[in-house]
């Protein structure tokens, strides 16, 4: 709107804006929130006399920027007041952690860039977290970072820190505005590598820098095509399939990210008949529906999948960087496959060949999931069958035997600590919860969950038929990562319901964002497992501290997180029936289409599934006489809190 203003007013003529500004701020305040009219279009594409802030704006608008996650600050005010004539929604919330985490959600489930901003200093070093959580998501955002102004900065002014170092290792790259009339220039380029490198950007503007003007040309998006690989490694990798007896696909983000990454996959896997592991939390990676579909690998993965690749010859690894956590044995299973040939097709070269190197054999290729699957399954359907055709029904027996075990297991484990639940009636068992919100899950829902023992149990609860849909916090585990992220994958997706699963302690985190949703009209579902403790980090005590709850136990207060929801506007609702998990959740998420929010406040009962690190965890042997008694030699042979199922008085 702006733009197309200055052109009308002849762009290549050098005039001063300011004489106009008066009729413009008018004209613009009169169509605000014009987004659905704003093109790329309409960017000031052609040489233009223009604010700093007017380039910032119109470079963001040019990039197709149309939201972004922050909380208010004198630092980008100038930018900020022209945002709603761009058409760019500025989403207020509660905690600038909390925006970069809907700025995570935002991007994952629309695959665009998402993008926060904030004061500089207080408001940035907010921001830490949730850029490292969107760091090892390999979520593109764009964190936009104003700094203390270039005029007394190193003096120790007002809201100043070093806010380059702080992001220095959880940033794709670094983008600093160096000079004043390189705003838009360096803005863009900000988001162009966000998109190239799946990841998050900082940009990194001095306050001072928005004002001034200067003549300047908005660069359009610099998208790059992507590419399936280098031949001679997708030549190889076909070879080694054909020849394959027992492969089996392992699918992970790069799947979800790539644009047809999923069907390219549903298409490999349907050609060879082989069965689809998912990474760890990437359960969107490959669908459920889907007969070769196993489940996903890692903490509380299936089993289904564990036995499934553990007898593998040739592992085909699409979109993953085959990280170090979400491999580590479970259910005291050792499941890698030592002695499988691997195919690692990873999108960062970086990360080709990083975790687990190749060897003889091995083939790397560094490539897009989705092109790569596309481009091996046609040169598999030219030339020679291959082997694994010819064993199909020995094959797929074998991984049905294994699921129908594990779903045995897992009906098994729902019912193993009932007793508890019989002990305090109201208190429900976490894993039956957990089976009745998957029943009632709707179809298209996009799930959020987060670090605590609850959500990662859900793990083996959620299922998904199409791709992003599922956002787990991932491995850099942060507490309060899920809800907010919900709401970013709501604004991105209003007509998807967005889920959040979170721990009561996580709670604490994470609810004042039900303001935000409230205010801003996001309606987002929490469900809250209360189950009165830090259950995870509780986990570790019960086996390996000799049942000293330091720190883990949770007291509420009367009015519940229901109570606590509804007194800031939002619906609340308690359940203390498992017959009224699945229509507490369906209500939620149909209430959604009339606005509202709702937390879904599950009482369940103190039982633990398994501990997050048995990989990082030591019995303790102290020295000093005084610590002697906290010495422990063995595991808690009940594996479970002592006061689980324990009345309170
Ligand atoms: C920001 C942050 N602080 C601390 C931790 C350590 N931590 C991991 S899980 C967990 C307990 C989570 O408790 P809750 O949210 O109640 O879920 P529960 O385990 O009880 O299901 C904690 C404190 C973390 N991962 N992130
Ligand atoms: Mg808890």
């Known amino acids: 709107m702006l733009s197309k203003m200055s052109k009308n007013l002849g762009a290549h003529r050098l005039y001063s804006l300011h004489a106009k500004r008066a009729a413009a701020s008018r004209s613009v305040h009169s169509s605000v929130q014009r987004k659905d009219t704003y093109t790329t279009e309409g960017a000031a594409t052609e040489p233009a006399l223009m604010t700093n802030s007017e380039a910032f704006v119109e470079a963001l608008a040019a990039q197709k920027v149309d939201t972004t996650f922050g909380i208010v600050g004198s630092a980008f005010m100038d930018s900020l007041d022209i945002f709603p004539s761009a058409g760019i929604r500025f989403v207020s919330v509660q905690h600038e952690q909390n925006a970069a985490h809907m700025a995570d959600g935002y991007a994952r489930v629309s695959g665009k860039t998402g993008v926060c901003i904030a004061q500089n200093g207080p408001g940035i070093t907010n921001f830490v977290t949730g850029v490292a959580a969107a760091y090892w998501a390999h979520t593109p955002i764009v964190a936009i970072t104003p700094e203390a102004g270039t005029a007394t900065k190193g003096l120790g002014g007002f809201q100043e820190t070093d806010q380059l170092p702080l992001f220095e290792g959880i940033t794709k790259e670094q983008v600093h505005v160096c000079n004043p009339n390189r705003m838009a220039e360096m803005t863009s380029y900000a988001f162009d590598a966000a998109q190239r490198d799946n990841g998050p950007v900082q940009l990194n503007i001095p ?42 696909i392992l699918a992970g983000g790069g799947v979800v990210a790539a644009k047809g990454g999923v069907d390219a996959a549903v298409a490999l896997a349907d050609f060879l008949q082989a069965p689809v592991c998912t990474t760890y939390l990437h359960n969107d990676a490959f669908p459920a529906n889907n007969k070769l579909w196993c489940g996903p690998l890692g903490y ?6 564990m036995n499934t690749i553990k ?4 592992v085909i690894a699409l979109g993953t960087r085959l990280g170090p956590f979400g491999t580590n ?10 002695n499988a040939k691997l195919i690692q097709v990873e999108v960062d070269p970086k990360r080709v060949g990083r975790v687990k190197p190749l060897t003889d054999g091995d083939v790397g290729i560094c490539g897009d999931a989705g092109l790569a699957a596309k481009n091996i399954l046609a040169k598999l359907s030219s030339g020679a069958a291959p082997q694994c055709q010819s064993n199909v029904t020995e094959r797929l027996q074998k991984v049905e035997s294994h699921r129908v075990a594990w779903e045995a297991e897992m009906e098994q484990l729902g019912q193993a600590n009932q007793f508890a639940a019989d002990a305090e009636p109201g208190r429900l068992v976490p894993r ?57 994958a709501k604004v991105a997706c209003p007509d998807r319901p967005a889920v959040a699963y979170v721990g009561d302690g996580a709670w604490g985190m994470s609810l004042n964002e039900v303001l935000t949703c409230v205010r801003e009209g996001i309606p987002t579902t929490a469900v809250v497992f209360n189950n009165r403790q830090w259950g995870a980090e509780k986990k570790n005590q ?25 007194s800031m506007g939002a619906e609340g609702v308690t359940i203390t029936n498992i017959d009224e998990v699945g ?11 009339d606005g509202k929010t709702t937390i879904v406040e599950v009482c369940t009962t103190r039982e633990l599934g398994d501990p997050f690190r048995r990989d990082a965890m030591v019995l303790p042997q102290r020295h000093l006489a005084k610590y002697q008694s906290t010495n422990r030699e063995a595991e808690s042979e009940t594996q479970q809190p002592v006061d689980l199922g324990v009345v309170a008085k």
């Not at 919860?433 to 029943?439: A, D, S």
Request: aromatic content about 10%.
């Open 583 to 593: 229509d507490a959740l369906r209500a939620a998420t149909e209430a959604q289409k």
């Open 300 to 305: 509380c993965g299936h089993k289904t999948a």
């Open 329 to 338: 044995p479970q259910y005291g299973i050792d499941y890698w496959p030592k």
């Open 432 to 488: 039956q919860v957990l089976r009745e919100l998957e029943k009632a899950m709707p179809e298209n829902a996009m799930v959020a969950t987060d670090i605590g023992n609850s959500c990662s149990v859900s793990n083996g609860y959620l299922r998904f038929n199409q791709p992003r849909s599922y956002l787990a916090a991932m491995t850099f585990g942060n507490c309060g990562y899920a809800f907010p992220a919900a709401m970013g």
């Open 542 to 566: 019960v086996l390996w501290f000799g049942d000293r709850y330091v720190g883990t136990n949770l007291q509420h207060p009367e009015t519940g997180f229901a109570g606590i929801a509804r």
């Open 311 to 314: 007898d593998a010859d040739v």
């Open 207 to 248: 306050r001072d820098y928005y004002y001034g003007e200067s003549v300047t040309t908005i660069p359009r998006p610099n998208v790059l095509e992507r590419s399936a690989g280098g031949e001679a490694s997708l030549a190889q990798a076909a070879e080694l399939i054909r020849n394959a007896k027992n492969p089996v």
